[in-house]
């Protein structure tokens, strides 16, 4: 009869390179998750950079005064912070805010990256 001489990988062997393959990646999957950790660090702040440096052009641009972020009396009495004041505070520095990157950009300045609530909206922009 016909006999090989080809030689295949025994069962063994498979099993061998499989768990030095799961040990590696057991290893390395921790130092993937701090390499993520620090990523979004240093998109929060750059963010908060962003941010900072829009309000400053902001002052420059109206004699030193930073945006308002709380609601006023007609007297001009604080009455509290509220959605609505951030969200003007918001809306008068967005204008420096310039990436190009459309509406999405909104949410990716104005929230944390590693905040587990930032898929959910609230309603807000």
């Keep these: ?13 498979l099993l061998v390179v499989i768990a030095i393959i799961a040990i590696l990646a057991a290893i390395l999957f ?13 998109v929060c702040l ?21 945006p308002r972020t ?8 604080p009455l509290t912070v509220s959605w609505w004041a951030i969200h003007n ?12 990157r459309g509406a999405d ?3 990716n300045i104005w929230w944390d990256p ?3 609530d930032r898929a959910a909206n609230h309603g807000r922009r």
């Design 1 to 13: 009869m016909f006999q090989s001489n080809r030689r295949a990988f025994t069962l063994i062997e």
């Design 30 to 42: 921790p130092v993937f998750a701090q390499a993520r950790a620090q990523a979004r660090k240093a």
């Design 46 to 66: 750059s963010n908060q950079k962003q941010i900072i440096t829009a309000v400053l052009m902001y002052a420059q641009d109206y004699d030193e005064y930073f």
């Design 70 to 77: 709380m609601e006023t009396e007609s007297t001009g009495f």
């Design 89 to 100: 505070y918001q809306a008068a520095i967005e204008a420096y805010i310039k990436n190009g």
């Design 105 to 107: 950009n909104k949410g």
């Design 114 to 116: 590693s905040d587990p």
